[in-house]
């Protein structure tokens, strides 16, 4: 067989797909393995979805190609949503391109931007696929730590002055995966002026802009005058409206990034499947305040339960704010470990810290996305593990 290209060789497989194949080695084997490892929610989209989708499927004239650039249809409920969202405005025809996922938009942004030995500040710790894309693209990445005592922000002003002459792009993600914190706008306004001032594309991912609790409330990176001068912000069908498997998502922002992006990607993918962009209409425009209330409120109970029972199981979580992770300190500072054994041995599977960057070896993460009942369950497992290896 012909060798895979060199691009590759440098490119280690992807965290879940090597959780998977060992949870489908063990499943096998007999065993009945408890996910707590990928965030994809176990909720129903809402009703709207899927009778918008049963509708248009139906439909003779739904099923053939449709334009690169999603539908205005779709673009304009989008730039509605920013606008009373965010109270942010966009031209829907230049300023939203529909995405198959922020996945693809953010390692096609790589591929469409980088070129060989250019510099990206990437948070560490942070979703994997920042770093994936810039290896993708051959270029380098400058870990920007992300420390508690800092609320999990980085310090922009302790970028020397040479790194951000050469940085081309600044990723950042709030609410955070995985540890859970929540950015303010005075942060944005910050990021906006550190960017703008040295040349650099601030890329916003933002899937889960609208899971938070205790009264939090998620900003846009588009929300500072001059933003759009500078940044594009990813939005997610994903996690906000449980619709991880239909691949929707949509970059929004600064026109010549969009430009640029649908450039590479006109080249690589086409438009999705027409009943995918109504349904995501339907997402956007009918669902209820409500609904979301009360799919945060079943988060926060797992997270709430979670946070109480964790220690006894030999982690220190640290209690987020948003999104659907709980970031946790393993007691003997090996998180890699601790997942490998909580795995084998409990049969409860977990993202070992280091997937997240090099500031991650200490910890695990752990998704708030299984049913109630089998995660209580995963829970004991954690518990009666801990307590047997401890004795
Ligand atoms: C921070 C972050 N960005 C992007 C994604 C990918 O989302 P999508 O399903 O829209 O590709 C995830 C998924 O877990 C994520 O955590």
């Given at each position: 067989m012909p060798e895979p290209a060199d691009r590759l060789k440098?490119?280690?497989?992807y965290v879940f797909t090597s959780i998977a194949k060992q949870i489908q080695k063990l499943k096998a084997q007999g065993h009945d393995i408890i996910r707590l490892d990928?965030?994809?929610?176990?909720?129903?989209?809402?009703?709207?979805?899927?009778?918008?989708?049963?509708?248009?499927i139906?439909?003779?004239?739904?099923?053939?190609?449709?334009?690169?650039?999603?539908?205005?249809?779709f673009r304009r409920a989008v730039a509605g949503f920013y606008q009373s969202r965010f109270g942010v405005t966009l031209n829907p025809d230049t300023q939203v391109l529909p995405?198959?996922?922020?996945?693809?938009?953010?390692?096609?942004?790589?591929?469409?931007?980088?070129?060989?030995?250019?510099?990206?500040?990437?948070?560490?710790?942070?979703?994997?696929?920042?770093?994936?894309?810039?290896?993708?693209?051959?270029?380098?990445i400058c870990w920007l730590p992300l420390r508690e005592n800092n609320g999990f922000l980085p310090d922009?002003?302790?970028?020397?002055?040479?790194?951000?002459?050469?940085?081309?792009?600044?990723?950042?993600?709030?609410?955070?995966?995985?540890?859970?914190?929540?950015?303010?706008?005075?942060?944005?306004?910050?990021?906006?002026?550190?960017?703008?001032?040295?040349?650099?594309?601030?890329?916003?991912?933002?899937?889960?802009?609208?899971?938070t609790f205790d009264g939090e409330q998620a900003v846009s990176a588009l929300q500072p005058s001059l933003a759009d001068s500078c940044a594009i912000e990813m939005m997610s069908f994903s996690k906000t409206y449980n619709m991880g498997g239909w691949r929707l998502g949509a970059a929004v922002g600064n026109e010549e990034i969009l430009r640029i992006l649908l450039q590479m990607k006109?080249?690589?993918?086409?438009?999705?499947?027409?009943?995918?962009?109504?349904?995501?209409?339907?997402?956007?425009?009918?669902?209820?305040?409500?609904?979301?209330?009360?799919r945060n409120q079943v988060y926060q109970r797992?997270?709430?339960?979670?946070?109480a029972t964790l220690p006894d199981a030999g982690l220190d979580p640290?209690?987020?704010?948003?999104?659907?992770?709980?970031?946790?300190?393993?007691?003997?500072g090996d998180g890699a470990t601790y997942a490998h054994d909580a795995l084998e041995q409990a049969h409860v599977s977990l993202t070992p810290g280091d997937a997240f960057g090099p500031g991650g070896t200490q910890y695990v993460r752990i998704s708030l996305c299984t049913p109630d009942e089998q995660m209580q369950l995963a829970l004991e497992r954690l518990k009666r593990w801990h307590s047997q290896n401890s004795r």
């Amino acid at each position: 067989m012909p060798e895979p290209a060199d691009r590759l060789k440098h490119l280690p497989p992807y965290v879940f797909t090597s959780i998977a194949k060992q949870i489908q080695k063990l499943k096998a084997q007999g065993h009945d393995i408890i996910r707590l490892d990928i965030g994809s929610p176990d909720g129903a989209p809402p009703l709207a979805v899927i009778e918008t989708v049963q509708r248009s499927i139906a439909l003779p004239d739904n099923h053939g190609y449709t334009s690169y650039n999603g539908t205005p249809a779709f673009r304009r409920a989008v730039a509605g949503f920013y606008q009373s969202r965010f109270g942010v405005t966009l031209n829907p025809d230049t300023q939203v391109l529909p995405l198959i996922g922020s996945k693809e938009g953010l390692v096609n942004l790589c591929l469409a931007y980088l070129n060989p030995g250019d510099m990206v500040l990437v948070p560490d710790i942070g979703y994997p696929a920042y770093a994936r894309g810039i290896l993708l693209a051959g270029a380098e990445i400058c870990w920007l730590p992300l420390r508690e005592n800092n609320g999990f922000l980085p310090d922009l002003t302790s970028i020397p002055t040479d790194v951000a002459q050469r940085a081309r792009m600044l990723w950042l993600n709030y609410p955070n995966n995985p540890t859970g914190a929540v950015a303010r706008l005075d942060f944005f306004e910050q990021a906006v002026e550190f960017c703008r001032a040295h040349d650099i594309l601030l890329l916003s991912d933002n899937p889960y802009f609208e899971i938070t609790f205790d009264g939090e409330q998620a900003v846009s990176a588009l929300q500072p005058s001059l933003a759009d001068s500078c940044a594009i912000e990813m939005m997610s069908f994903s996690k906000t409206y449980n619709m991880g498997g239909w691949r929707l998502g949509a970059a929004v922002g600064n026109e010549e990034i969009l430009r640029i992006l649908l450039q590479m990607k006109s080249n690589i993918d086409t438009g999705h499947f027409l009943p995918i962009y109504e349904a995501g209409i339907a997402a956007l425009e009918e669902t209820s305040a409500d609904w979301g209330a009360q799919r945060n409120q079943v988060y926060q109970r797992r997270r709430d339960l979670m946070l109480a029972t964790l220690p006894d199981a030999g982690l220190d979580p640290i209690p987020p704010k948003g999104a659907i992770y709980i970031w946790a300190r393993v007691h003997n500072g090996d998180g890699a470990t601790y997942a490998h054994d909580a795995l084998e041995q409990a049969h409860v599977s977990l993202t070992p810290g280091d997937a997240f960057g090099p500031g991650g070896t200490q910890y695990v993460r752990i998704s708030l996305c299984t049913p109630d009942e089998q995660m209580q369950l995963a829970l004991e497992r954690l518990k009666r593990w801990h307590s047997q290896n401890s004795r």
